[in-house]
C-alpha cells in the first residue's frame, strides 16, 4: 500500500485525514465478494459485486456468515435498488436532491461498491471546460511531438469509459452547458471521437456515468433536454423522521472525530438529538408538535450542517471543556449554523429562541447558551 491509501499504521494515526470508501470499507466489500462467489450470484460485466451487494453495501445488513455491513445510507432501500438498477442499464444516473441530502456521499460509495474505485471524478464548476469531460494535451509534449497518443490527458470520463468503470460528475447544472454537452455522445453513443489521432475511445462494458445535482441550483444551468433524457433521476429526500436524522449524524460525527483522533467526549446523544430537532423545526417552519409556526431562516440546515455543529462542539468539549458535551458547545456552532443573513436570519432565530426553546422543558441550559452567543 502507498502512503495516500494507508488506513492505519503502526502509531494509530490515519496516514490520510479521508481515505477513499474502497480503502476505508476494503473488508466490507472483500466480505460481500466473497458472499457473491459463494452464493453464485450474477454481476453485470466488470462490476465488483452483484447489484444485491451494491445495495446491501449501501443500506447496511448482516450476511449469512454473520458479516456485519454499516449503512453508508441511512434511509429507503427501495430508493438504493432504483439506483444500482439504472447503472445496469444504457442509462446514467442523476441524484438529484436538497444540499446535504447525501448525493457526494452516495455516489462515491456506489463507485466504490461497483467498480472498485470511487476516484475517477470530475468536479463541476462554472470553470469546468470540455477537457475535463473529454481529453486535454499535455502542451510541452503536443509542441515537440505533435498530437500523439503519450501526448494526450485522458478526461477521467474517458479513463472510465477505456477500463469499464463508472465515473462520477459531481454538481453537473454548475457545469456551462456547452460543456455538459460533450456528455451526449458519451452517454448515447458511448464513444468518444479522438479527430486529431484519426481514432475513438469506445466504451467498455461495465462504463456508466452517475451524476450528482441539487435542487437549489435549479436554473444555475439547466439540463438540456437532450441530456435529462440520457439520466434516470433519483431524487434523494431530506431524512424522514427525527430519528434516522440523529442516527445519520451520530454515525457520521463517530466516524469524524474517530479520523481526526479528537480525545473522546461523552454523553453526546442528548446533544445531537436537541441540534437535530432545531435544525427540523427551523426547516420545517412549524415545530415537532405542530402547534407552533416558526421562521425559516434562509440558510440549508441538513444533516450535514448538524454533523459539522456537533464535531465543532465536541472539539470545544474535548480541548476546553471537561470532556462532557454541554449545550454551551453547540449553542455556538448552532447559531453560526442559523445566522447567515444578520438581519433576517438573526430575528428567525431570536423569535424561536423566545417562543419555542425558553419555554421547552429541559432546555434552560441550552437557551442561556443560546441567549448568550447571539
Ligand atoms: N440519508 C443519509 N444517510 C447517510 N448519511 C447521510 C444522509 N443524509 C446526509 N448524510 C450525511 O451528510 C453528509 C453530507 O452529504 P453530501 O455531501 O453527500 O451531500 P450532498 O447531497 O452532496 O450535498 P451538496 O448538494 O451540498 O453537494 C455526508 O457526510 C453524509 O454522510
Ligand atoms: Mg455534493
Not at 16 to 45: K, N, Q, S
Request: aromatic share 6%.
Amino acid at each position: 500500500m502507498t502512503a495516500s491509501t494507508e488506513l492505519a499504521p503502526a502509531d494509530g494515526v490515519p496516514a490520510v485525514l479521508r481515505p477513499h470508501a474502497e480503502v476505508a470499507f476494503a473488508a466490507e466489500l472483500e466480505a460481500l465478494e466473497a458472499f457473491d462467489a459463494e452464493e453464485g450470484r450474477p454481476r453485470p460485466p466488470r462490476w465488483r459485486l452483484s447489484p444485491w451487494s451494491v445495495v446491501t453495501y449501501l443500506v447496511g445488513g448482516t450476511l449469512a456468515d454473520g458479516t456485519v455491513v454499516s449503512a453508508k445510507y441511512i434511509g429507503s432501500r427501495r430508493l438504493m435498488e432504483v439506483a444500482v438498477a439504472t447503472l445496469t442499464t444504457d442509462r446514467a444516473l442523476l441524484l438529484l436532491g436538497l444540499p446535504g441530502t447525501a448525493k457526494s456521499w452516495v455516489s462515491e460509495h456506489l463507485a466504490a461498491a461497483v467498480s472498485g474505485d470511487s476516484t475517477l471524478l470530475v468536479q463541476g464548476t462554472s470553470g469546468t471546460a470540455e477537457e475535463s469531460i473529454r481529453y486535454g494535451w499535455n502542451y510541452a509534449r503536443l509542441l515537440a511531438e505533435g498530437p500523439t497518443p503519450e501526448a494526450l490527458v485522458p478526461s477521467p470520463v474517458m479513463v472510465g469509459m477505456e477500463r469499464g468503470a463508472l465515473t462520477r460528475v459531481e454538481e453537473l447544472t454548475r457545469i456551462p452547458s456547452d460543456v455538459q454537452d460533450a456528455l451526449i455522445t458519451v452517454l448515447s453513443e458511448k464513444v468518444l471521437p479522438v479527430p486529431e489521432l484519426g481514432r475513438e475511445v469506445a466504451a467498455r462494458p461495465g462504463f456508466n456515468v452517475i451524476a450528482t445535482a441539487n435542487d437549489r441550483d435549479k436554473g444555475v444551468n439547466d439540463l438540456s433536454s437532450a441530456l435529462r433524457r440520457r439520466f434516470n433521476t433519483v431524487v434523494l429526500p431530506l431524512p424522514t423522521d427525527v430519528e434516522d436524522e440523529v442516527r445519520i449524524v451520530t454515525t457520521r460525527v463517530a466516524d469524524l472525530t474517530a479520523s481526526l483522533s479528537l480525545p473522546p467526549v461523552s454523553t453526546a446523544a442528548e446533544e445531537i438529538e436537541r441540534v437535530v430537532t432545531v435544525f427540523r423545526e427551523l426547516r420545517a417552519g412549524v415545530t415537532a408538535d405542530g402547534r407552533t409556526a416558526v421562521r425559516s431562516p434562509t440558510a440549508t440546515l441538513s444533516a450535514a450542517e448538524a454533523i459539522s455543529v456537533v464535531t465543532n462542539g465536541i472539539a470545544l468539549a474535548a480541548h476546553f471543556g471537561d470532556g462532557v458535551l454541554r449545550p454551551a458547545d453547540v449553542a455556538s456552532g448552532i447559531v453560526g449554523a442559523v445566522v447567515k443573513d444578520p438581519v433576517a436570519d438573526a430575528q428567525a432565530w431570536q423569535e424561536y429562541l423566545d417562543v419555542v426553546v425558553r419555554e421547552r422543558p429541559g432546555w434552560g441550559a441550552f437557551y442561556e447558551a443560546c441567549r448568550d452567543s447571539t
